[in-house]
């Protein structure tokens, strides 16, 4: 994919900052915000696919930076037709090392542990990836029935996610290049 035909989607969940009326009076043709109202993030994710027309939908929150070419290194991943969902690696804005690329957990406390991105460059699968940055198949989403609105604010919806995927046949992919 060139990335040249895309829409966005902007779910405001209720935000009371103001960050949304720029994006509101921007002229920028390809940006259109929906009123969530409070929904919480899985419903909130839910509307935006709904209203979405394209095949490859990429929930990412707000506070997300990335790095050139994302977008046709998702399409990488998405290739794989036994691929559920992918993610990136992840970091912090103000210090880009370490970062973590998927997640397990790592004891009976069901804590996420990320694993240390390796230096290669290739997909792989891993158990879990935070919804933080999440992407999906159109096909793909509505066959695991979206996020499980039963999440009524924000925490674990995302682990929920992977684990279906797993159920349903899915493997979850990372893609370390990818930030």
Known sequence: SSGSDYEILVVD??????????????????????????????????????????????????????????????DEALQYQEVGLAGPAFTKLETPHPSGCGMYWGDYTLDPCWFETPEMSDIYEAPLTTGACQTFRRETFEALGGYDPGFTRWGYEDVEMCLRVWLLGYHVAVHPAVT
């Open 13 to 74: 969940d209720g935000s009371t900052d103001g960050s949304v009326a720029s994006l509101e009076q921007s002229p920028r043709q390809r940006v259109k915000v929906l009123e969530g109202g409070g929904l919480g993030v899985a419903r909130a994710r839910n509307l935006g696919a709904r209203h979405a027309r394209g095949e490859v939908f990429i929930f990412m929150d707000a506070h997300c930076r990335v790095t050139p070419g994302w977008l046709e290194r998702f």
